[in-house]
C-alpha cells in the first residue's frame, strides 16, 4: 500500500520533467542575454530561433512520420477475415495517454516560448542610440523623412553600424513595411503610430515590400534600404542637405516630430 | 407515429423522381446532395482561378494579365470561394446533413424546413459571389476585407462582400442549431453520447463553434458597409473609429473558423481510418474531449493573425502562448490516428488513399504551423508564402484531401454505385504529389522573403530560390489541375456507369449509415427505426452487437 503511492507519487513526478529543460533555460539564460543578446542584430537572432525551431519541427515530424508508415506498412491486412488488435487500454493508460504526451507537447512548447520571448523582446526593445525616421505609406509610396530632414521616396539611406527605429503611419489604406534583409515586418496604418527598429550592419542595399494587402499595385510597393560607411554617409548627408532648401527640411523633420 | 415530411419512413429507395422533387425536398438526404454539388462547384471555379493566378506567377513579369485588378479579383474570388463555397458547406453541409443524421440513427435532421431553408441560402450565397465576376465595380478586397481599404471606391463593391458573408452566416448558423439539435434529440434508442462515430462529434463540435463566433463575422463585415454607405465610423479614424476594430472582430470569428474546417474533416479522417484498419479508435473518449477542448482553446488566439498589427506587445506575448497551447488537443487527435493504425488490419481501399495523402498534407500542415505562433518568428515571415504555404498543407490541401475522401467513402450510399478503384486511387496520388511541388517550394521562397497576394515579384527577380520555386510550382499546377479533373471525371462515370454496389456496406463499416440502410437509404434512412443494443460501438469490429430495428407497423407481434 505505502510502496504503491509512494510509486504513483514518483510517476507524477516524472510526468513533469519534460517541463525541467525549458524552465532551467528560461532562469539561467534570460538576463544575462538581455543585456546584449551575444552581441547578436535581431535578424541574427531571428535566424538562430527560426533554425532551432525548424530542427524541433524536422524531429518530430521525421519521427511521427516514421511510426506512422511503419504502422501502416507492418499492419497491412492479410487473411480477408482478420480484424485489427487493437489492445484494450485500463483507465490509468487511457489517462496516461492524455497526460504524457500533452506534458510533452507543453514541455516543447514552453521551450519554444522561452525562446520566442526572447527574441520578442529584442525587436521590440529600442537601443538608446537609434536614429529616428518618419515613413508614411501610402497607395503606392513608401515616404521616409530622417532627422536630417532627408526626404526621399522609396530610398533610404543609413549608416552602417548605427540602429534606425521608423516610426510609421498611413497617409489612407493599411500597408505593412517588411525589411528582407532585417526580417522585421510592421504594419501601417491611419490613425495610430507603429514602430519597428532595425541594425544596417552590412553595407549595401536590400529590398522593403509592402506585406499587407493595400490595391492595384500593392505588388509594385517597395523600396531600397541603403546602408553607407560612416564616411559615405555623412557626404551623403552633405549632399543632399546642401541641394534641399534647408527651410522645408527642418520644416518636414518638425512636421514628422509633431506627428510622432 | 407521422414523420416529419408528413409521411411513414419506409427505407424504400427514395430518390427524387421529379425536377420538383429535387428542387423543393425536405430530405436531409438530398439537401446534402444539393450542398455537395454547390461546393464541388465553388471548388472548380475557384480552382480555376488558382491555376490562373499560378500560371500568372510562373515567371517574373506579366504571363497572361498585367492588370493588378484582375490577379486581385481571382485571388478574392479564390480565397473567399474555397473557403465560404467550397469547405464549409462541403464539411458543415454535405457531411453534418447527409451523413451526422444517418450516423446517430436519425431518421432526418431535427428541422427539416429549416435545413431546406440553409441550403437555399447558400445557393443564394454562391450565385450572389459569382456575380462578383461580371458585375463593373466587382470586389477586390480579398476574403478578408479590411477596412479602411474595403471602405474606398477602389475596392468596389463591399455591399456584394457584406451581403454574401452575411447571407452565407445565416445559412451557417440556422445549420448548426438544426445539426445540434439532431445530435442532442434525433440520437436513436441506445445511442449514448460516447457511442457517437467521430464525425458526429466533430461536426458537433464545429457547429457549436459557428454558434458562438458567426454572429460575430455578421457585426463586423455589417458594420463595414454602414460606415462605407451610411456614413458610420466604426472603423474610421477620422471621426474617431479604429481600424484594428475590424481585425480583432474578423479574426475572433476567423480563427475559430479554421477548426470549423479541421474538426469535421479530421473526423473524416477517423472514420475512414477505423474502417480501413478495422480497428478500434485509439483511446476514443479522450480524443472526444480534445475534440471539445477545442471550443475553449480556439477562442483565445486571435491575435497571432495581428502579431504585426501595431497591437500591444502583452497581448502578443499573451497569445503567443494560447496559441502554442492548441498543440495539447491537436496532439491528441493525430496520436489518434495513428494509434488507430496500430496493430490493425489496414485495407488501402480508394478512400484510404486519400485519407493517407490527407494525414500526410496534415502533419506538415500542423508543424510548419509552430513556428508562426512565435509572435517574434512572424516577424519576419508574417504575410509570406511561409504562411500561405502553411495553410494550404494543412487546410486547403489536407482538408481538400478528406473532403474528396469523404466523398468517395459515402459515394455508394449516394449513388449505389462504384467509383474506379485504380482511377481513385492514382488521382489520389497525382492530386498529392502535384500539390506537393505546388507549396512544398513556396515554403522556401517564403523564407527568402516573397510577399502573399503579390501579382509579380521584379523585386526579387534577382533571388534564384524565389524565382525558382515559382516555377516549380506552376509546373505542379498542371499535375494537379489534371488529377482533380480526372477525380471529378471519375465521380461522372461512377454516378453513371459504375459498376453497382452488391452490398449495403462496401468498406465494412459498424456505424448505422452503412449496416442499417439499404444500399442507396430510403426516405427516413432506415426500413424502420432502429435501436443500438448495448455494448454496441461504431468503432468495435470484432463482437459489436447488430442494430436492431422496431417491428413493422403492419406486422404485429413479429418477434424473432
Ligand atoms: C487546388 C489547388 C490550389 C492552388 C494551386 C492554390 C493556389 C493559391 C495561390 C496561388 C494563392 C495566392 C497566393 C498569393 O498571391 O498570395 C492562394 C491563396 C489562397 N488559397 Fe489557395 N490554392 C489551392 C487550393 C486552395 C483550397 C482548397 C483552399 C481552401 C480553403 C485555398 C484557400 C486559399 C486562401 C484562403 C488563400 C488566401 C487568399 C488571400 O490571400 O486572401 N486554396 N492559393
Ligand atoms: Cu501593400
Ligand atoms: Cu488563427
Known amino acids: 500500500m505505502k510502496f504503491k503511492s509512494l510509486m504513483h507519487k514518483v510517476m507524477a513526478a516524472m510526468l513533469a520533467l519534460p517541463l525541467i529543460p525549458s524552465l532551467a533555460h528560461a532562469f539561467q539564460a534570460a538576463p544575462a542575454r538581455r543585456a546584449d543578446y551575444n552581441g547578436w542584430t535581431p535578424h541574427e537572432h531571428w535566424d538562430a530561433v527560426w533554425h532551432e525551431t525548424m530542427l524541433d519541427i524536422t524531429v518530430l515530424g521525421v519521427v511521427f512520420a516514421i511510426i506512422t508508415i511503419a504502422f501502416m506498412v507492418m499492419y497491412v491486412r492479410k487473411g480477408h477475415g482478420e480484424r485489427g488488435k487493437l489492445p484494450s487500454l485500463t483507465n490509468q493508460a487511457k489517462i496516461g495517454w492524455v497526460v504524457i504526451p500533452c506534458m510533452l507537447f507543453l514541455g516543447d512548447d514552453l521551450f519554444l516560448y522561452v525562446k520566442g520571448f526572447d527574441l520578442h523582446n529584442h525587436y521590440r526593445e529600442v537601443p538608446t542610440n537609434a536614429v529616428e525616421v518618419k515613413l508614411t505609406g501610402s497607395m503606392w509610396n513608401w515616404n521616409y523623412v530622417d532627422v536630417n530632414g532627408i526626404d526621399s521616396d522609396n530610398e533610404l539611406v543609413v549608416k552602417q553600424g548605427t540602429p534606425v527605429v521608423l516610426r510609421m503611419v498611413s497617409d489612407d489604406v493599411l500597408h505593412s513595411h517588411y525589411m528582407t534583409r532585417y526580417r522585421v515586418t510592421e504594419d501601417l496604418m491611419p490613425g495610430r503610430i507603429t514602430w519597428q527598429w532595425f541594425m544596417p550592419d552590412q553595407l549595401g542595399e536590400s529590398?522593403?515590400?509592402?506585406?499587407?494587402?493595400?490595391?492595384?499595385?500593392?505588388?509594385?510597393?517597395?523600396?531600397?534600404?541603403?546602408?553607407?560607411?560612416?564616411?559615405?554617409?555623412?557626404?551623403?548627408?552633405?549632399?543632399?542637405?546642401?541641394?534641399?532648401?534647408?527651410?522645408t527640411g527642418v520644416a518636414k523633420a518638425a512636421t514628422a516630430a509633431d506627428q510622432i | 407515429m407521422s414523420g416529419f415530411m408528413g409521411h411513414e419512413p419506409d427505407g424504400k429507395p427514395g430518390q427524387p423522381k421529379t425536377v420538383k422533387e429535387w428542387v423543393f425536398t425536405l430530405d436531409h438526404k438530398v439537401i446534402g446532395v444539393w450542398y455537395l454539388i454547390g461546393s464541388i462547384a465553388s471548388f472548380v471555379v475557384a480552382g480555376l482561378a488558382a491555376t490562373a493566378m499560378r500560371i500568372e506567377l510562373g515567371s517574373v513579369g506579366p504571363d497572361i494579365t498585367d492588370n493588378g485588378d484582375i490577379y486581385n479579383l481571382w485571388l478574392t474570388m479564390h480565397g473567399a470561394v474555397m473557403i465560404l463555397g467550397f469547405q464549409i458547406p462541403a464539411l458543415l453541409g454535405f457531411v453534418a446533413n447527409w451523413a451526422v443524421p444517418i450516423m446517430v440513427g436519425g431518421k432526418d435532421m431535427a428541422f427539416p424546413r429549416v435545413n431546406a431553408m440553409s441550403v437555399w441560402l447558400l445557393w443564394s450565397g454562391i450565385l450572389l459571389a459569382l456575380l462578383n465576376l461580371v458585375i463593373p465595380d466587382?470586389?477586390?478586397?480579398?476574403?478578408?476585407?479590411?477596412?479602411?481599404?474595403?471602405?474606398?471606391?477602389?475596392?468596389?463593391?463591399?455591399?456584394?462582400?457584406?451581403?454574401?458573408?452575411?447571407?452565407?452566416?445565416?445559412?451557417?448558423?440556422?445549420?448548426?442549431?438544426?445539426?445540434?439539435?439532431?445530435?442532442?434529440?434525433?440520437?436513436?434508442?441506445?445511442?449514448?453520447?460516447?457511442?457517437?462515430?467521430?464525425?458526429?462529434?466533430?461536426?458537433?463540435?464545429?457547429?457549436?463553434?459557428?454558434?458562438?463566433?458567426?454572429?460575430?463575422?455578421?457585426?463586423?463585415?455589417?458594420?463595414?458597409?454602414?460606415?462605407?454607405?451610411?456614413?458610420?465610423?466604426?472603423?474610421?479614424?477620422?471621426?474617431?473609429?479604429?481600424?484594428?476594430?475590424?481585425?480583432?472582430?474578423?479574426?475572433?470569428?476567423?480563427?475559430?473558423?479554421?477548426?470549423?474546417?479541421?474538426?469535421?474533416?479530421?473526423?473524416?479522417?477517423?472514420?475512414?481510418?477505423?474502417?480501413?484498419?478495422?480497428?478500434?479508435?485509439?483511446?476514443?473518449?479522450?480524443?472526444?474531449?480534445?475534440?471539445?477542448?477545442?471550443?475553449?482553446?480556439?477562442?483565445?488566439?486571435?491575435?497571432h493573425h495581428a502579431y504585426v498589427a501595431g497591437l500591444p506587445d502583452w497581448l502578443r506575448l499573451l497569445q503567443t502562448f494560447t496559441t502554442l497551447l492548441i498543440s495539447l488537443p491537436f496532439g491528441l487527435l493525430m496520436l489518434s490516428l495513428t494509434g488507430t493504425m496500430y496493430r490493425g488490419a489496414i485495407r488501402y481501399t480508394g478512400p484510404m488513399w486519400w485519407a493517407v495523402g490527407a494525414f500526410f498534407m496534415l502533419i506538415i500542415g500542423a508543424l510548419t504551423g509552430i513556428p508562426n505562433a512565435l509572435s517574434a518568428i512572424d516577424y519576419g515571415i508574417s504575410d509570406s508564402y511561409v504562411i500561405m504555404s502553411h495553410f494550404h498543407y494543412v487546410m486547403a490541401v489536407s482538408g481538400g484531401m478528406a473532403i474528396f475522401a469523404g466523398v468517395f467513402f459515402w459515394f455508394p450510399k449516394l449513388t449505389g454505385r462504384m467509383c474506379n478503384s485504380f482511377m481513385t486511387k492514382l488521382t489520389a496520388a497525382g492530386f498529392f504529389i502535384g500539390m506537393n511541388i505546388v507549396m512544398g517550394p513556396l515554403y522556401f521562397a517564403g523564407m527568402e522573403g516573397m510577399p502573399r497576394r503579390y501579382m509579380d515579384y521584379q523585386m526579387y527577380a534577382d533571388n534564384a530560390t524565389i524565382v525558382s520555386a515559382q516555377h516549380w510550382s506552376t509546373i505542379g499546377i498542371y499535375i494537379t489541375f489534371v488529377s482533380a479533373l480526372l477525380m471529378i471525371v471519375v465521380w461522372l462515370h461512377g454516378a453513371i456507369a459504375g459498376e453497382k454496389a452488391t452490398s449495403a456496406n462496401p468498406w465494412g463499416s459498424q456505424s448505422l449509415e452503412f449496416t442499417a440502410t439499404a444500399i442507396i437509404p430510403g426516405q427516413g434512412n432506415f426500413p424502420t427505426p432502429v435501436s443500438v443494443p448495448e455494448g454496441w460501438h461504431p468503432y468495435n469490429f470484432i463482437d459489436n452487437p447488430k442494430p436492431e430495428f422496431e417491428p413493422h407497423p403492419g406486422h404485429t407481434g413479429g418477434h424473432h
Open chain 2, 138 to 303: 466587382s470586389y477586390n478586397g480579398m476574403w478578408t476585407g479590411y477596412p479602411p481599404y474595403s471602405l474606398t471606391d477602389a475596392v468596389g463593391n463591399t455591399a456584394l462582400y457584406s451581403s454574401v458573408v452575411i447571407i452565407l452566416g445565416m445559412s451557417s448558423v440556422f445549420g448548426a442549431v438544426n445539426l445540434a439539435c439532431t445530435v442532442a434529440f434525433m440520437r436513436c434508442k441506445g445511442m449514448g453520447w460516447f457511442q457517437m462515430p467521430l464525425t458526429v462529434w466533430c461536426v458537433f463540435t464545429a457547429n457549436v463553434i459557428q454558434l458562438i463566433f458567426v454572429p460575430v463575422l455578421a457585426a463586423s463585415v455589417l458594420l463595414l458597409s454602414m460606415d462605407k454607405y451610411l456614413g458610420f465610423g466604426f472603423y474610421n479614424p477620422e471621426v474617431g473609429g479604429d481600424v484594428l476594430l475590424y481585425q480583432n472582430l474578423f479574426w475572433f470569428y476567423s480563427h475559430p473558423a479554421v477548426y470549423v474546417i479541421l474538426l469535421p474533416f479530421m473526423g473524416i479522417l477517423f472514420e475512414i481510418f477505423a474502417v480501413s484498419a478495422r480497428n478500434d479508435v485509439f483511446n476514443y473518449k479522450a480524443t472526444v474531449w480534445a475534440t471539445i477542448a477545442f471550443i475553449p482553446v480556439s477562442s483565445d488566439v486571435w491575435v
Open chain 1, 207 to 247: 529590398v522593403a515590400t509592402c506585406r499587407e494587402y493595400c490595391g492595384t499595385q500593392h505588388s509594385g510597393m517597395y523600396g531600397k534600404i541603403i546602408v553607407k560607411s560612416a564616411a559615405d554617409y555623412d557626404a551623403y548627408v552633405a549632399e543632399q542637405t546642401a541641394s534641399v532648401p534647408s527651410v
